[in-house]
């Protein structure tokens, strides 16, 4: 199957998940520093925005609605303010937490992140410690019960805390099986005596369970699959898919041949829970009756579009599609981007938009673009076609022709869409695309430009970049027409 055809299986079936294990709440504090504090020899971080996002099981939960799944929680948090703000944040996902057990005198694990210029300092940890009352173990075994006949997966998350014991699994090992068992455990071999149809170890958490190294580089593969009669015999898995961090993963499955997937190179972001993404992503697609091997692929696709943002990973079915029918011609009708667009809306995205010849790409371009992509999630570039080029800017120009300016601008990082238009404004376009943001170089300003009143006719905001002084396409080409000759 291709990943559209998994995805409209998803669509079709939506499936039912439960998800059982470690409930937590991810905060992240983002801010600035310019002096040290005068008590001690540490960063003052000048707060200027935070964020509450579900973590560890309740990230998972999170993401398999976003997946198109029916999603029912089951697991014990704390009474208390982080347990309220984690419940608020499930329930806007769509998650049904009527059997998330609210524990008074218990505590809500949350990680606090203090990060500045895209760099954490520091991570707060504040853990359930004590075991759970046997009420709550004894709760949570009654619910899963109920829950198993109606659900068409449960997907376990078992991080090592305090909830999930030896004696709680040794019982739930006696209920009956569910249709489907994903298991993403630090240690899957507590979980052989359920076993289950999947497990997702990453390469350390392989080696641990195998007593030995897998090597390094693409040699694990090799290794993995050598030792997968061990590894399915330790974790009592059917499917053992190892993920090796930025390479990929590789799937053992039964006696099958390996099925390897590799991911596509992107930059680092401050990014967690990539993992909750991929089990979530390949526990929908299983769920809905999908092979594993394409399960897999799908859930390799979700990992490397969630961890191209910074915070808590996440991804929609939505951004599934949209990356899945991605076309390799950089260049893009207005209609076409105008379908891929309404998903970006659709996905709750911010759209960033600007435009111009750039004819001879320089600093003052890629600084402004970098710049109108910190503005939003996409960013849309627009260049004038030729003719549109050359009235503007006369006789001469543009240089390079429309398809050298196209396939340069695209290969920019921060570029998600490039598209062409024949006008002399962008405002027929803006009315097209409905942008959220439209930003336009610091050597403008709203009052000389057509688009501002277009953008507030549909409600969109006119935001003026950095200028850059002497660095403007005219200027460089007069420099390089005048330069001596030896």
């Known amino acids: 199957m291709t990943p559209l055809e998994t995805i409209a ?28 504090a005068r008590e001690a020899p540490a960063p003052v971080v000048e707060l200027s925005g935070a964020s509450d996002l579900p973590g560890g099981a309740a990230n998972t939960a999170r993401n398999l609605a976003a997946l198109g799944a029916e999603v029912a929680a089951l697991g014990a948090i704390g009474a208390d303010e982080p347990g309220d703000r984690l419940c608020e944040r499930l329930m806007e996902s769509r998650v049904d937490v009527s059997a998330v057990q609210r524990v008074p005198g218990g505590r ?11 760099q954490v300092l520091i991570r707060l ?106 590894l399915q015999a330790r974790s009592g898995a059917q499917a053992v ?37 991929f089990v979530s992503a390949l526990s929908v697609a299983r769920a809905a009756g999908a092979p594993m091997a394409d399960a897999v692929d ?49 996905a709750g995205e911010r759209i960033v938009f600007t435009n111009g010849c750039f004819d001879v790409l320089h600093r003052g371009h890629t600084a402004m673009l970098r710049q109108a992509k910190r503005l939003g999630d996409v960013l849309v570039v ?21 398809r050298d300016r196209v396939n340069v601008v695209a290969e920019l990082s921060c570029v998600d869409y490039v598209t062409v238009f024949d006008d002399d404004t962008a405002s027929g376009l803006l009315h097209e695309f409905r942008p959220d943001v439209y930003a336009k170089g610091g050597d403008y300003t709203p009052e000389m430009l057509e688009e501002a009143a277009e953008m507030r006719r549909i409600g969109g905001d006119v935001v003026m970049l950095d200028y850059i002084p002497d660095h403007s396409t005219s200027e460089l080409i007069e420099r390089i027409r005048t330069a001596p000759t030896s």
């Open 9 to 36: 299986l998803i669509r079709d079936r939506r499936p039912r998940v439960a998800v059982l294990g470690d409930f937590l709440l991810d905060r992240w504090w983002h801010g600035t520093v310019d002096r040290v």
């Open 108 to 118: 809500t694990t949350t990680k606090a992140r203090v990060s500045v210029e895209d």
């Open 125 to 230: 940890d504040d853990s359930q410690r004590d075991p759970w009352p046997s009420s709550v173990q004894e709760r949570l075994l009654r619910d899963l019960e109920a829950a198993l006949p109606l659900c068409d997966a449960l997907v376990v998350c078992d991080y090592g805390a305090t909830l999930l014991t030896d004696a709680l699994i040794e019982r739930l090992a006696a209920l009956p099986r569910p249709k489907l068992l994903v298991v993403d455990a630090h240690d899957p071999a507590r979980w052989a005596a359920l076993r289950p149809d999947a497990i997702t170890p990453n390469a350390g958490e392989t080696e641990r369970l195998l007593g030995a190294s897998l090597g390094s580089g693409e040699a694990r593969v090799a290794a993995a699959d050598a030792a997968r009669a061990k």
């Open 241 to 277: 898919v190892v993920t090796l961090d930025r390479t990929g993963t590789v799937l053992l499955d039964g006696e099958l041949p390996p099925h390897r997937t590799r991911a596509r190179a992107a930059p680092e972001q401050q990014a967690s829970g990539a993992g909750d993404v």
């Open 298 to 346: 799908l859930a390799q696709l979700a990992a490397e579009i969630a961890v191209e943002r910074t915070g808590t990973c996440r991804c929609s079915l939505d951004e599934l599609e949209l990356r899945a029918t991605a076309a390799p011609d950089p260049q893009l009708s207005a209609r076409e981007l105008a379908e891929r667009l309404e998903l970006h809306r659709r």
């Open 382 to 402: 627009a260049l004038n076609s030729d003719d549109s080029a050359r009235r503007l800017k006369g006789p001469g120009r543009p240089l390079n022709g429309i």
